[in-house]
């Protein structure tokens, strides 16, 4: 399912215009941004929680050459679902 299509699910759901709709998705999704790019953890209960993790340099190899690099810390971005989904998930 891509944007477009979660946003006229969104639309039939709430009997909304796919406009309005459109709108909610977007704010949503810049509001969710915002606060993982500020270094806040996002939690919606049942559903999951986002945050961004800090990930450790490492020594690497690139299997072609055999020459051993770094890989520079990073930070990655991590979802863990919650148990209501899981559950859903799962009994389908």
Same mark, same amino acid.
């Given at each position: 399912?891509?944007?477009? !299509?979660? /946003?006229?699910?969104l639309?039939?759901? !709430?009997?909304?215009e796919?406009?309005?709709a ?7 999704i810049?509001a969710?941004t915002?606060a993982?790019?500020?270094? !806040?953890?996002?939690?919606? @209960?049942?559903f ?19 020459? !051993?690099?770094?890989?520079?810390? /990073?930070? @990655?971005? @991590?979802?863990k679902?919650?148990?209501a989904?899981?559950?859903? @998930?799962?009994?389908?």
């Amino acid at each position: 399912m891509n944007k477009q !299509e979660f /946003t006229a699910k969104l639309a039939e759901q !709430e009997g909304i215009e796919k406009k309005q709709a459109a709108a909610w998705t977007d704010a949503v999704i810049k509001a969710l941004t915002e606060a993982l790019v500020a270094g !806040e953890k996002v939690q919606f @209960v049942g559903f999951g929680a986002f945050e961004v993790r800090q990930r450790a340099e490492k020594k690497v190899r690139n299997p072609q050459t055999g020459e !051993e690099l770094i890989s520079p810390a /990073t930070q @990655v971005l @991590v979802f863990k679902a919650g148990k209501a989904l899981k559950d859903a @998930v799962a009994a389908k």
